[in-house]
Nanobody, 117 residues
């Protein structure tokens, strides 16, 4: 089992920045692809993901504005969000996907990000 705890959400004005953190515990962090998803009313969508080798993938809507990173020594993944727009308002979920290593797929409880003036 992996436990994921997000932090860093909140209210920010358009054009502002926030950094989300996700602390993981309970398993070997490097076995997992770590990702951030978000959900506004509607489907949950991938925002960004990062492998243990540092390869990254971003949704087109956040490329150039968001940066995902991980610190395997601290078992933590980050999402730096810059130039935030009202359309970025959502609950952001941390994900740990270890299925390629015969591990499970786990979710945090989510952190609300609200972009509004």
């Amino acid at each position: 089992q992996v436990q994921l705890v997000e932090s860093g959400g909140g209210l920010v004005q358009p054009g502002g920045s926030l950094r989300l953190s996700c602390a993981a515990s309970g398993s070997i962090f490097s076995l997992y692809v770590m990702g951030w998803y978000r959900q506004a009313p509607g489907m949950r969508e991938l925002v960004a993901a990062i492998t243990s080798d540092g390869y990254t993938n971003y949704a087109d809507s956040v490329k150039g504005r968001f940066t995902i990173s991980r610190d395997d020594a601290k078992n933590t993944v980050y999402l730096q969000m810059n130039s935030l727009e009202p359309e970025d308002t959502a609950v952001y979920y941390c994900n740990a996907d270890g299925r390629h290593n015969n591990q499970g797929n786990y979710w945090g409880k989510g952190a609300l990000v609200t972009v509004s003036s």
